[in-house]
């Protein structure tokens, strides 16, 4: 006997159960009705109330017209006179009935040039956000923040910064100031600041903190450190224990002849598409490790292999296997692949390890070839390519749209002999912070994204008992997460459970 | 009433999938007085109805709906005990339910600062630092009621029982 049995014959009467779910159900039901009847009430007195204004004000200027001696109407004792004088006992009393007064929580203010202030009630949620200036005010003349949480309306006017050409990569030392008022508004500021970092880091630039009060921040935008080239010592890789070898082993690929541009550059971008077998980790040690780092990535068929190569490096990268100082040399080996696939990889190893500053060599091998990343290696001992996909893939990196175009431009003029859409080509593209999109119904995450000008695509799928907080119509999974720097060219998925 | 901030929907779903642990942690905390536990019950789903915390994933609303029904219940403890000390001397003695054994009636009979640490610990699994999130308390807090908890119900019962 344990504790656990004991509860277990704690059970809930049947009739009790049924009775107080009916009351429940009761109550939530209720409490929507009167919801919707306060929406509907203020759908109808706001149009109203307008239509009085209007009335009162028309009232008063002939109102005033009537009072004013000399003027014509007053003069011929027109009925104008009698409708003045019957509208002045309405302006009256309108005057004295008091104005509904405008909830005011807490109040978030940012500044840049553009001011726009959050007005926030105490669950979070945005009451209002205004313009404290002209440009606040034609920043945000498009968007309704309507039910949004705090979070996704400093992420929206945040994007709405980026997206207006007020944070751009040339930001450096742009100062915006943040402030807050009324209590627990600390938070908010922090959330506001967060954001401001996001943003900041999708153009690889830092953010200083500088505390100007107690309800004050200054943000401070910093060209990220520098690491020093220099300083790496230099040696013969082959000299060198191997430290990790990651082999990848493809099949066949497919290729099919391109009629648009995006399509083109895709193509170019992946080297062909490919199915890839396996990926195999060896260590240093001898010790095999299939998956393992990487056991979270998706290697299913269809994925390209640069794609591949890049994930796997980035992985790689972000688990701290890539680095200045490795023990050893850091082999990526292509099995089955072509000429052109290894060229691919190789493409993507430099992007990963070029702003490391590290070497990298590579040797083409009978069947494809290998990557040789070491900490000591001479860097970019390979051949450049004649069609230049690292300046393009470097371009991208550094996010200079207008000479990724002119790459795209040259590059597609060769692949498609013109046949590009020029207008795709010239979309100037961003990059700015995901919002959260969990938990909103289909229709409010469209107009979210809509608004902070995000590609997306949804898919209604059933999302099974493991996630019983699924509810109908809502969004339970976003591939990119709330917070993370995201490229206006990509399109995000969501997905919106769609079945009970 | 707040506004409700979930869909009718939700807040039957939460109910069927949560009202068991609820209904057993208001049992936990009171007497087994019917109206009481009602109460304690609906007031929960009232607070769950009209807050807007977003859930992680459906353990994470359940723990949520258990940390409130054990502040309800002490709240119904505190406002009942008031009235009942102003208006009776003397309350009468109720015979104990019959799917109450002796370690339910023991944790029963263990101060209300444990009785929350208890059931997340003993009945859900939660672990310490998983309770000392949920509840607000430093991990090191947790672990000490815990092991006051367990030392209080051994006196009570044999160590086997447990």
Same mark, same amino acid.
């Given at each position: 006997?344990?504790?656990?049995?004991?509860?277990?014959?704690?059970?809930?009467?049947?009739?009790?159960?049924?009775?107080?779910?009916?009351?429940?159900?009761?109550?939530?039901?209720?409490?929507?009705?009167?919801?919707?009847?306060?929406?509907?009430?203020?759908?109808?007195?706001?149009?109203?109330?307008?239509?009085?204004?209007?009335?009162?004000?028309?009232?008063?200027?002939?109102?005033?017209?009537?009072?004013?001696?000399?003027?014509?109407?007053?003069?011929?004792?027109?009925?104008?006179?009698?409708?003045?004088?019957?509208?002045?006992?309405?302006?009256?009393?309108?005057?004295?009935?008091?104005?509904?007064?405008?909830?005011?929580?807490?109040?978030?203010?940012?500044?840049?040039?553009?001011?726009?202030?959050?007005?926030?009630?105490?669950?979070?949620?945005?009451?209002?956000?205004?313009?404290?200036?002209?440009?606040?005010?034609?920043?945000?003349?498009?968007?309704?923040?309507?039910?949004?949480?705090?979070?996704?309306?400093?992420?929206?006017?945040?994007?709405?910064?980026?997206?207006?050409?007020?944070?751009?990569?040339?930001?450096?030392?742009?100062?915006?100031?943040?402030?807050?008022?009324?209590?627990?508004?600390?938070?908010?500021?922090?959330?506001?600041?967060?954001?401001?970092?996001?943003?900041?880091?999708?153009?690889?630039?830092?953010?200083?903190?500088?505390?100007?009060?107690?309800?004050?921040?200054?943000?401070?935008?910093?060209?990220?450190?520098?690491?020093?080239?220099?300083?790496?010592?230099?040696?013969?890789?082959?000299?060198?224990?191997?430290?990790?070898?990651?082999?990848?082993?493809?099949?066949?690929?497919?290729?099919?002849?391109?009629?648009?541009?995006?399509?083109?550059?895709?193509?170019?971008?992946?080297?062909?598409?490919?199915?890839?077998?396996?990926?195999?980790?060896?260590?240093?040690?001898?010790?095999?490790?299939?998956?393992?780092?990487?056991?979270?990535?998706?290697?299913?068929?269809?994925?390209?292999?640069?794609?591949?190569?890049?994930?796997?490096?980035?992985?790689?990268?972000?688990?701290?296997?890539?680095?200045?100082?490795?023990?050893?040399?850091?082999?990526?080996?292509?099995?089955?692949?072509?000429?052109?696939?290894?060229?691919?990889?190789?493409?993507?190893?430099?992007?990963?390890?070029?702003?490391?500053?590290?070497?990298?060599?590579?040797?083409?091998?009978?069947?494809?070839?290998?990557?040789?990343?070491?900490?000591?290696?001479?860097?970019?001992?390979?051949?450049?390519?004649?069609?230049?996909?690292?300046?393009?893939?470097?371009?991208?990196?550094?996010?200079?749209?207008?000479?990724?175009?002119?790459?795209?431009?040259?590059?597609?003029?060769?692949?498609?002999?013109?046949?590009?859409?020029?207008?795709?080509?010239?979309?100037?593209?961003?990059?700015?912070?995901?919002?959260?999109?969990?938990?909103?119904?289909?229709?409010?995450?469209?107009?979210?994204?809509?608004?902070?000008?995000?590609?997306?695509?949804?898919?209604?799928?059933?999302?099974?008992?493991?996630?019983?907080?699924?509810?109908?119509?809502?969004?339970?999974?976003?591939?990119?997460?709330?917070?993370?720097?995201?490229?206006?060219?990509?399109?995000?998925?969501?997905?919106?459970?769609?079945?009970? | 009433?707040?506004?409700?901030?979930?869909?009718?929907?939700?807040?039957?779903?939460?109910?069927?999938?949560?009202?068991?642990?609820?209904?057993?942690?208001?049992?936990?905390?009171?007497?087994?007085?019917?109206?009481?536990?009602?109460?304690?019950?609906?007031?929960?789903?009232?607070?769950?109805?009209?807050?807007?915390?977003?859930?992680?994933?459906?353990?994470?609303?359940?723990?949520?709906?258990?940390?409130?029904? /054990?502040? !309800?219940?002490?709240?119904?403890?505190?406002?009942?005990?008031?009235? =009942?000390? *102003? $208006? %009776?001397?003397?309350?009468?003695?109720?015979?104990?339910?019959?799917?109450?054994?002796?370690?339910?009636?023991?944790?029963?009979?263990?101060?209300?600062?444990?009785?929350?640490?208890?059931?997340?610990?003993?009945?859900?699994?939660?672990?310490?630092?998983?309770?000392?999130?949920?509840?607000?308390?430093?991990? /090191?807090? !947790?672990?000490?009621?815990?092991?006051?908890?367990?030392?209080?119900? =051994?006196? *009570? $019962? %044999?160590?086997?029982?447990?």
């Amino acid at each position: 006997m344990s504790i656990k049995d004991s509860f277990d014959k704690i059970v809930m009467p049947e009739d009790m159960k049924n009775g107080l779910r009916t009351q429940v159900a009761k109550a939530a039901e209720e409490a929507a009705a009167r919801k919707l009847r306060r929406r509907r009430a203020l759908r109808m007195v706001l149009p109203a109330a307008a239509a009085l204004a209007l009335v009162v004000v028309a009232a008063a200027v002939i109102g005033s017209l009537v009072r004013e001696p000399g003027t014509a109407s007053a003069q011929s004792g027109t009925p104008v006179t009698e409708t003045a004088n019957a509208a002045t006992p309405t302006v009256l009393a309108l005057e004295t009935t008091p104005e509904p007064q405008k909830k005011v929580g807490v109040l978030v203010t940012l500044s840049i040039n553009p001011e726009v202030e959050f007005n926030v009630d105490e669950d979070g949620m945005i009451i209002e956000v205004t313009g404290k200036n002209d440009d606040g005010a034609e920043l945000i003349k498009d968007v309704d923040f309507t039910g949004m949480s705090f979070e996704n309306a400093a992420i929206t006017v945040v994007n709405l910064l980026i997206r207006s050409g007020y944070i751009t990569a040339e930001s450096v030392d742009r100062s915006i100031f943040l402030s807050v008022g009324g209590e627990g508004g600390e938070g908010l500021l922090e959330v506001l600041a967060d954001t401001i970092r996001s943003a900041a880091a999708g153009y690889e630039m830092d953010v200083d903190t500088v505390q100007t009060g107690e309800e004050q921040l200054q943000l401070v935008i910093r060209e990220q450190p520098q690491e020093d080239v220099n300083a790496l010592q230099k040696a013969d890789p082959n000299d060198l224990p191997l430290y990790m070898q990651v082999d990848i082993q493809l099949s066949g690929f497919v290729n099919t002849p391109e009629t648009r541009y995006w399509d083109a550059a895709n193509r170019i971008f992946y080297a062909g598409v490919t199915e890839l077998d396996s990926v195999v980790f060896t260590f240093g040690n001898g010790e095999q490790n299939s998956g393992g780092v990487l056991a979270s990535c998706d290697f299913g068929g269809g994925n390209s292999i640069a794609e591949t190569v890049m994930t796997t490096l980035a992985v790689l990268d972000e688990n701290g296997y890539i680095t200045r100082d490795m023990p050893g040399k850091l082999v990526i080996a292509l099995h089955g692949g072509t000429e052109e696939q290894f060229r691919a990889s190789l493409e993507m190893a430099r992007l990963v390890v070029e702003d490391l500053g590290i070497g990298l060599e590579a040797v083409p091998g009978s069947e494809s070839g290998t990557v040789v990343i070491s900490s000591s290696a001479e860097p970019f001992t390979a051949p450049e390519h004649e069609y230049t996909l690292s300046q393009l893939l470097n371009t991208l990196i550094n996010k200079d749209a207008a000479k990724v175009t002119e790459l795209q431009m040259r590059i597609l003029s060769l692949a498609t002999e013109e046949r590009y859409v020029r207008d795709e080509l010239l979309r100037p593209r961003f990059w700015i912070v995901m919002p959260d999109l969990i938990g909103l119904t289909e229709e409010e995450a469209v107009r979210l994204c809509e608004q902070n000008g995000i590609n997306y695509w949804i898919e209604h799928m059933e999302f099974t008992a493991s996630a019983d907080t699924a509810f109908l119509g809502r969004v339970q999974y976003q591939d990119m997460p709330e917070g993370s720097s995201v490229c206006t060219d990509w399109q995000i998925q969501f997905a919106v459970q769609d079945a009970a | 009433m707040s506004a409700v901030r979930r869909t009718e929907e939700e807040i039957l779903t939460a109910y069927e999938r949560c009202a068991d642990a609820v209904y057993r942690v208001c049992r936990m905390f009171l007497t087994a007085d019917r109206a009481d536990i009602m109460d304690a019950f609906q007031q929960t789903f009232l607070k769950y109805m009209v807050c807007t915390k977003k859930f992680e994933n459906s353990e994470h609303e359940k723990a949520w709906l258990i940390v409130t029904a /054990s502040n !309800v219940c002490r709240d119904i403890l505190r406002s009942s005990w008031r009235k =009942k000390v *102003m $208006l %009776t001397d003397e309350l009468p003695q109720r015979a104990a339910p019959s799917d109450e054994d002796e370690i339910f009636r023991c944790v029963k009979a263990l101060p209300e600062k444990y009785k929350t640490a208890v059931y997340l610990h003993y009945y859900e699994g939660y672990s310490a630092s998983e309770i000392a999130k949920l509840t607000g308390r430093a991990e /090191s807090t !947790v672990y000490a009621v815990l092991s006051k908890a367990r030392k209080q119900l =051994k006196q *009570m $019962l %044999t160590e086997d029982e447990i």
